[in-house]
């Protein structure tokens, strides 16, 4: 079988990552018998520099045109002086916007074999950790209404309730695949759209009676996934809380190199991510972490391919090669560590 892939490695260490991921791509394609039609594009700083914006008119047509979306990272310090609608990051923005992928899914697992990269104390991730995060992902803050004068500024919080609905259906599903637990987390003691974010979940939940619905307060979820993140299973919240919590799920299970994304709308098309940034201060060294941009290949076979046996045959590697201790420089104490090439080999060797 073949597919059509977009491919925006974007800026810093993006490159890097893609590059190696396309080679784990092309492995599973001989284990398995596919093949992968591949469209370089450009988004972010590379597309400023090259095209002169941050998302030219090309890489939208192509990724409309494709099965689904492989993005590396985009932004850094060399675009700081653009403003609003012209930063590299507003290119990932659009993309989601307009591809119709409102619904974000951050798995945050923490590897046996990674438990002592773990900040917090060992018993209290003893037995690991495996939570999912659903974040919405086209509405709220980031998207609302904006206003800016030299002495005031506003973003406008902005929901209707069928963007609500549809990213709480996602999250119950994903609940009933598991193990029909589901954690809303709002602000509702402060902001009306909080109020309506979990009203509207209450009623999504009627349709899945099966699943134990609690709510927690944004910041009383910022602190009990420090004292105990054990207690979650599937977390939904809208598009700024998942923003920052998935970043702090992300550093309990050891590495914010360690973590894919999958940005999903209504039907199967995706577009898939690691959710670290671009950072440019590590590009060209050979010492970033694929893994993410790995993992995050295996969720696109997943969701977007149904090919649950690719999917596995990947994280399964991942899984094997940490437990025979290869380690990226993130995920060790500088000592005895190798590069991002030398990490993908393994992973590759493993398949």
């Given at each position: 079988m073949t597919f059509n892939i977009a491919l925006i490695k974007g800026d810093g260490i993006g490159p890097e990552i893609m590059?190696?991921?396309?080679?784990?791509?092309?492995?599973?394609g001989e284990k398995f018998g596919h093949s992968f039609e591949?469209?370089?594009?450009?988004?972010?700083?590379?597309?400023?520099?090259?095209?002169?914006?941050?998302?030219?008119?090309?890489?939208?047509e192509v990724c409309k045109n494709s099965d689904a979306v492989l993005l590396g990272a985009v932004g850094g310090s060399k675009w700081d002086h653009l403003q609003g609608s012209k930063r590299p990051e507003m290119a990932l923005l659009t993309l989601r916007k307009e591809l119709g992928l409102f619904a974000n899914i951050r798995p945050a697992v923490m590897f046996e074999a990674l438990k002592d990269t773990c900040p917090l104390k060992s018993e209290i991730v003893e037995g690991g950790l495996d939570m999912v995060i659903v974040r919405e992902l086209t509405g709220g803050i980031y998207f609302g209404k904006?206003?800016?004068?030299?002495?005031?500024a506003c973003d406008c919080m902005e929901y209707w309730e069928y963007e609500i609905a549809r990213i709480a259906?996602?999250?119950?599903?994903?609940?009933m695949k598991r193990n029909k637990k589901l954690t809303s987390i709002d602000k509702a003691n402060v902001l009306d759209t909080s109020r309506l974010w979990r009203k509207t979940v209450d009623k999504i939940s009627k349709k899945y009676p099966e699943v134990q619905v609690s709510h927690m307060y944004v910041d009383n979820a910022a602190m009990q996934l420090?004292?105990?993140?054990?207690?979650?299973?599937?977390?939904?919240?809208?598009?700024?809380?998942?923003?920052?919590?998935?970043?702090e799920a992300s550093m309990i299970t050891g590495s914010i190199g360690m973590l894919p994304s999958a940005s999903l709308g209504d039907k199967q098309f995706g577009m898939y991510e690691p959710i670290h940034g671009s950072a440019p201060d590590i590009a060209g060294k050979n010492i970033a972490n694929p893994i993410a941009s790995i993992l995050s290949a295996a969720m696109m076979f997943r969701h977007t391919f149904s090919m649950e046996e690719e999917a596995r045959a990947i994280?399964?590697?991942v899984e094997s090669i940490l437990n025979q201790g290869y380690r990226t420089l993130d995920i060790t104490n500088g000592k005895d560590y190798i590069g991002t090439m030398e990490i993908t080999d393994k992973i590759i060797e493993m398949l």
């Open positions: 590059n190696e991921t396309v080679r784990v791509l092309y492995a599973v591949i469209k370089e594009v450009l988004a972010g700083g590379a597309a400023i520099e090259a095209a002169g914006c941050n998302l030219p008119e090309i890489t939208m904006r206003e800016t004068s030299q002495t005031y259906e996602k999250a119950f599903q994903i609940a420090v004292i105990n993140p054990k207690q979650f299973d599937v977390i939904l919240t809208e598009n700024m809380f998942g923003d920052i919590l998935s970043d994280e399964k590697a």
